[in-house]
């Protein structure tokens, strides 16, 4: 008999987003009059960048004869794109990130789903609780779990760093020894931020407690205030612990054309069973290279476009645009006294349910009485419960039309 | 301590093309004005399709501005593309193939390594002797394949189904309990192929043992004869025991826009521990929508381009003219003499060395004596000792010149 991965049977169902969407669709059955504006899913829905759009299309017209033809592309991404992401991305923040460091893929959700593969199936694992589900999904996968209690919530084998208003969302180091730390700065889905000093407390823990730091910094661009670190590299030390996630989903649109990249330090050691000191870059190189095929040479020229004077500005003008949603949103809600987080430096905006409400009973008093698809805190964990997550992806006229209806919403 | 990976140790340098690419360096340092000719890596050299372009230009148009723009799509690939692969890859052959079924992704490379991980880490895994070493190095990232013997050239734990001459490439089943059995037809490296009667033996043998078999048919496009199977599902029950891979990239020139699809029947079944049967398209869904975010929608219009009347007349002719190119090198070396295999539903030529020279001193020869590279069989494992790959994906040109330097070699 062919035996599956029995890991497999410890997934939660992945109700988050198929409820929303079960509810949005009773509610509009019931209700085929109602205007509906979603605030809930992260993704972008403005158009892709003109240079983006260029690049592409030169690029698309490259393939089409045999003399500027691209087949196999090297599995880490094209130099032109690697070389684009380290003058900007780090040289000008003063970080010395080199090319074989550097692993262009096709989504940060791939990168971070998959790198827990490279390392100790005895891994102990650390989360922030709330959490973008696909850390934890994926060492659920990989057996390092534990069972999942529904009492509380959470896996017995996951160590859940809270962050919740009490300690200004951000989280304390863990009260036991973790190997692999999971932190998402700008958060998803708070939209709170660690200061330089907050994010070396961590690095100091890595390097004391042999820990690795799996940073998803993929909100990156959407930082708007000047202590705010862009990268962890910006720690001392940090290239020892620590690696990087990035991506162009939301920095220039890319959601459905798929880019990012993930930095792999070749500082950064593990250790075998025999307690031997393993490269992880080359670890991450092989895995990456025997199961990943490279990017699209089309989506590579498009996303290196993002680096010329005229896409910088362009991408700049597109943050700004979500970032002025962010602030309408958290201006409006603060100004009808909900308390709300984020929407500063992310595209996020958190807020404390009104009247300690649940946050799914929030959700169904938000769609029935403004018609609004938001998403409820405690879909992404426990510590999640009595928050609700709206993001700045929507149009500016929808997103103006959302505030206007909470505010005359009775609450 | 991070403990990493320690199954990633026990990989074999992937010592083939890095070997060649040192070989052919040194070469070309110490012969400066040598004419090299490729047919060595299997990618294609042609320009994309016309339908392809156009329908690339158009998506990427769709994607500049807000009303046609679109950001996440559905993991599973587009209705259109899915549509398109179930009328013109199954139905047209009399196969029944659902939409939940078909899973669009970024390669075939990517879902034969990943298709692994939601079986037990205790399956036995057959490869077919020589084998596309992917099959083998996500095994062994897994832990399934034990310890490497130097001397066999082979794991332990890993069942290899020899393919030679001496059984016209036509493996036995084998000859203890296998769960997970890799068959790749047509098939690379040798370029041979299995008649339906061969193939039903196989379905056979995994029904009557409870065993999956992984079927990749990435080359199907290349089929000229009538009897050769295009799909496993052409044998009566194949859903019940196959998974198959198909790609795009072969049959469309898709090697640097990455698209391909896997195929999971809902019959399909596996166990879990206590024997309770699972459908193995659920576990395969949970794990491309937890680790993977779609493929491109702009590469995806350019996938749905090829079914189009003008796309399958522009596909033919690229496959006509690699397949021309096929016949000269086979053709060709069996004149002087060569013992020759496939290449005639294959793009790929699998030549007996002359004189029973190994693989690798006929390399050297090759590139010596006729400035061409081809890969040694012995990389695709130890039965390929002795044999010689050659691809037809070269220009027309260059695939004339090689065919009669070889021609005038001494053999």
Redesign the interface.
């Known amino acids: 008999?062919?035996?599956?991965?029995?890991n497999?049977?410890e997934?939660q169902g992945?109700y988050l987003f198929s409820e929303i969407a079960k509810r949005r669709t009773k509610f509009v059955q019931d209700n085929p009059q109602a205007e509906i504006i979603s605030l809930g899913?992260g993704?972008?829905?403005?158009?892709?960048p003109?240079a983006v759009?260029k690049a592409?299309?030169a690029a698309?017209?490259e393939?089409?004869?045999?003399g500027t033809?691209?087949?196999?592309?090297p599995e880490q991404g094209y130099d032109f794109l690697v070389q684009a992401i380290i003058e900007n991305d780090y040289k000008a923040r003063g970080i010395d990130i080199q090319a074989n460091e550097v692993f262009v893929s096709?989504?940060s959700?791939?990168d971070v789903?998959?790198i827990q593969?490279?390392?100790?199936?005895?891994?102990t694992v650390a989360v922030q609780d709330p959490v973008y589900p696909?850390y934890v999904?994926?060492n659920v996968?990989a057996g390092r779990s534990g069972k999942f209690n529904k009492e509380t919530n959470r896996y017995d084998n996951i160590v859940y760093l809270e962050c919740t208003a009490g300690n200004n969302f951000t989280p304390s180091l863990p009260d036991r020894k973790v190997?692999?730390i999971y932190l998402c700065y700008p958060n998803n889905p708070t939209g709170m931020t660690l200061s330089k000093e907050e994010l070396k407390k961590w690095v100091d823990y890595a390097k004391a407690n042999?820990?690795?730091i799996l940073y998803d910094s993929a909100y990156e661009a959407f930082i708007q205030e000047k202590d705010v670190p862009h990268s962890i590299y910006e720690i001392e030390g940090a290239k020892e612990v620590a690696i990087e996630f990035r991506s162009f989903s939301k920095t220039a649109?890319f959601?459905?054309?798929?880019c990012a990249y993930t930095v792999v330090p070749r500082e950064l050691k593990?250790?075998?069973?025999e307690?031997n000191t393993?490269l992880?870059n080359d670890?991450w190189n092989?895995?990456h290279?025997?199961?990943?095929?490279?990017?699209?040479?089309?989506?590579q020229r498009g996303a290196a476009a993002i680096y010329s004077p005229e896409g910088k500005e362009q991408i700049k003008a597109l943050v700004d645009y979500y970032m002025t949603n962010a602030k309408i949103i958290r201006e409006g809600l603060a100004s009808i006294g909900l308390e709300v987080y984020g929407g500063v430096n992310a595209p996020y905006i958190w807020l404390k349910t009104p009247n300690n409400m649940d946050s799914w009973t929030f959700f169904d008093k938000l769609l029935s009485e403004a018609n609004i698809v938001g998403t409820p805190g405690v879909g992404f964990g426990q510590s999640g419960q009595g928050y609700f997550r709206l993001t700045a992806f929507g149009?500016r006229e929808n997103t103006e039309k959302a505030v206007e209806r909470i505010r005359n919403l009775s609450l």
């Open positions: 008999m062919t035996q599956i991965n029995h497999f049977l997934l992945s899913i993704d972008v829905t403005r158009g892709l003109e759009i592409m299309h698309v017209d393939m089409a004869v045999p033809f691209r087949g196999y592309g096709d989504g959700k791939c789903g998959n593969e490279i390392f100790s199936n005895d891994a696909v999904d994926t996968m190997d692999l042999n820990a690795i649109g959601t459905g054309i798929r593990g250790y075998d069973p307690g393993i992880v670890l092989r895995r290279t025997t199961k990943f095929n490279g990017v699209s040479y089309v989506t149009s």
